[in-house]
């Protein structure tokens, strides 16, 4: 799973601003986060509509305007970023009821727990918070637990 590049720059974006003006009180319009982050600038306004209109962004015009983020950085999660951008987070198109292209979508024994797994993904996504990005240090991740530890193979004695 590889996220698209728009929803790369907008993690980009929205951390610069978290990291710029955790109280809001600095509002850089799109040109200027746009030079920040290396986002290209029609592709920033583009991201600052839809973070807008998904109620991740605040804009103001005129004078002192520009863009804050609509609540505090530790309150939007890179999940909440990610459906901005891309629409709700699934691995598959068959969990989508209107779609019906798949070859083995009636036989499939898998479709019924794909829901479970887009859960898990969303669920690992919302771990992470604006403020954890924008952090000094770099985010470390705790080790993922396995199922069952795996036996180191063992060696056959021929005599």
């Known amino acids: 799973m590889r996220l698209s590049s728009l ?3 907008a993690v980009v974006m929205l951390t ?12 850089p319009n799109a040109t200027l986060l746009a030079e920040e982050t290396g ?12 973070l ?11 004078t002192g305007g520009g863009f ?7 309150a939007i999660n890179l999940a909440d970023v990610i459906e901005a951008v891309e629409g709700p987070i ?10 019906h292209d798949c070859a083995i979508d009636r036989q499939c024994q898998v479709k019924p ?3 479970i797994v887009n859960q898990a993904v969303r669920g690992a996504l919302a771990e992470v918070s604006l403020s954890r990005l924008a952090a000094a240090s770099p985010v470390t991740s705790a080790p993922i637990p396995s199922a069952k530890p795996v036996p180191a193979p063992r060696e056959e004695v021929i005599a």
């Open 39 to 50: 986002v290209p600038l029609p592709t920033a306004q583009k991201l600052v509509s839809r």
């Open 68 to 74: 804050r983020l609509a609540r505090p950085a530790d």
């Open 90 to 99: 699934a691995l598959t198109t068959c969990v989508d009821d209107a779609r």
């Open 113 to 115: 727990h794909w829901a």
């Open 7 to 9: 929803a790369d720059y």
């Open 52 to 62: 807008s209109a998904a109620g991740l962004l605040e804009s103001a015009r005129g």
């Open 16 to 27: 610069a601003l978290a990291r710029r003006a955790p109280d809001g009180a600095v509002r």
